[in-house]
């Protein structure tokens, strides 16, 4: 991969520490703030450039679009960085340092990242409390499938594991649990998909 210059280094490293700390990607506002500059256009200058090196994906105007592709020496697994609600729709969160996770090398891809689910509304679709679910980074819907499973930031209220549709600007988060109700956003901007499911794991 191409090397970072030093301005770049310095946002990426940031921005790798803060997805670390809160689970999800910061918005412009607080990378300006972050890197003590007065607009937006020197954030998205060095986004792109990063995008261009290969290290982080970029929806330019969307929110918290922001996916890390190349930061930790995955070597012989992936690393579980948190949690994610398997119910209501909450914020992410991690209880100590990411934890690597022994799997398949097909898995193992340039920003694959695995979560710990908490909560049941997955459960027909196999995916039980203290499942360990790997995500392939994904911030285009248009690139989803209808039905997919995947990481749903909805914006002011947190994360979720739903099935993800769409039609229009409509969005439904459906659970795989009869005892629980889809979640609606009627505004498409509202929901940033983070990652869809490619794998589950599960400790017997």
């Known amino acids: 991969m191409a090397p970072l210059k030093r301005l770049e280094q310095e946002l990426f490293d940031w921005i790798v520490e803060y997805n670390r700390e809160h689970g999800h990607s910061p918005t412009i506002r607080q990378m300006v703030d972050a890197m003590g500059l007065k607009s937006n256009s020197p954030i998205q200058n060095r986004l792109q450039r990063l995008k261009e090196k290969g ?3 970029w929806e ?9 592709l190349h930061s930790f020496d995955q070597g012989e697994g992936i690393y ?3 949690t994610i609600s398997a119910g209501g729709v909450v914020e992410s969160f991690t209880e100590h340092e990411p934890e690597l996770l022994d799997v398949p090398a097909k898995l193992r891809k340039p920003g694959n990242y695995a979560l710990r689910v908490i909560g049941d509304s997955m459960i027909d679709a ?30 002011g209220e947190g994360v979720t594991l739903k099935h993800f549709y769409q039609k229009g600007k409509h969005v439904r988060l459906m659970p795989a ?10 505004d498409a901007s509202r929901v940033q998909i983070q990652g869809v499911l490619i794998g ?3 400790n017997y």
């Open 55 to 57: 290290y982080i994906a």
């Open 200 to 202: 589950v794991f599960r």
């Open 177 to 186: 649990n009869p005892n629980y109700r889809p979640i609606e956003i009627e």
């Open 80 to 82: 579980v960085l948190g």
């Open 60 to 68: 330019k105007g969307r929110m918290r679009t922001v996916q890390i």
């Open 126 to 155: 196999h995916i039980c409390p203290n499942d360990i679910v790997i995500l392939r980074p994904e911030t285009d819907p248009r690139n989803l499938k209808p039905g997919s499973i995947v990481a749903a930031r909805v914006e």
